[in-house]
């Protein structure tokens, strides 16, 4: 029998049973004396189209914490190194604006709804190699309107980093 929790659409399962952020397991990253990579997770909010913003990167089954949220209403970036180990990394990015509304109760109190104005959900994968460093671009745009991209950044002869894209998972088998 397969797992309903495993995959996509079980973690929108946990994702809507946990208030989205509060109960994903943490993402742990390696030790900088261990080898590693590092990715630089840049998302970027070109609209803003809900008074509140739920935003969750995953690092395979592992939610990737503390990141700011963007500055609210008009464009917005946010960007976070994370440390990776070498091998198939797989990212999903999920970004939920909403609002909410209280209902009264009839017996007193009220009890809040949540209503989802626009959501964007962007999954990819890349072979990370050790010392490696990486570009993990997200763009949100609209309702189920966004992109995710990988660029590993490599030294140019002039000094600066440029852009190539990353290297992608080979297909099970």
Same mark, same amino acid.
Request: hydrophobic letters at 40%.
């Given at each position: 029998?397969?797992?309903? +929790?495993?995959? #996509?659409?079980?973690?929108?399962?946990? /994702? *809507?049973? @946990?208030?989205?952020?509060? @109960?994903?397991?943490?993402?742990?990253?390696?030790? +900088?004396?261990?080898?590693? =990579?590092?990715? !630089?997770? #840049?998302?970027?909010?070109?609209?803003?189209?809900?008074?509140?913003?739920?935003?969750? *990167?995953?690092?395979?089954?592992?939610?990737?914490?503390?990141?700011? &949220?963007?500055?609210?209403?008009?464009?917005?970036?946010?960007? #976070?190194?994370?440390?990776?180990?070498?091998? !198939? &990394?797989?990212?999903?990015?999920? $970004?939920?604006?909403?609002?909410?509304?209280?209902?009264? /109760? =009839? #017996?007193?109190?009220?009890?809040? *709804?949540? *209503?989802?104005?626009?959501?964007?959900?962007?999954? +990819?994968?890349?072979? =990370? &190699?050790?010392?490696?460093?990486?570009?993990?671009?997200?763009?949100?745009? %609209?309702?189920?309107? @966004?992109? /995710?991209?990988?660029? !590993?950044?490599?030294?140019?002869?002039?000094? $600066?980093?440029?852009? $190539?894209?990353?290297?992608?998972?080979?297909? %099970?088998?």
């Amino acid at each position: 029998m397969s797992n309903p +929790l495993k995959g #996509r659409r079980g973690r929108w399962l946990v /994702l *809507v049973s @946990c208030g989205l952020a509060s @109960c994903i397991p943490e993402y742990r990253p390696p030790s +900088l004396s261990e080898p590693h =990579a590092v990715v !630089k997770v #840049r998302l970027a909010y070109h609209a803003w189209s809900g008074p509140q913003l739920d935003q969750v *990167v995953w690092l395979g089954n592992y939610g990737v914490k503390e990141f700011p &949220a963007p500055v609210q209403g008009g464009e917005g970036v946010v960007n #976070r190194p994370v440390l990776v180990r070498p091998g !198939k &990394a797989v990212w999903n990015v999920h $970004t939920a604006f909403f609002h909410t509304y209280m209902i009264p /109760l =009839a #017996r007193g109190g009220v009890y809040p *709804v949540r *209503v989802v104005d626009a959501v964007c959900d962007q999954a +990819l994968g890349h072979l =990370a &190699a050790p010392e490696g460093i990486y570009l993990l671009q997200y763009d949100f745009f %609209a309702n189920e309107r @966004c992109s /995710l991209h990988c660029f !590993k950044q490599v030294q140019q002869p002039d000094g $600066t980093l440029g852009n $190539t894209p990353c290297e992608p998972v080979p297909p %099970a088998g």
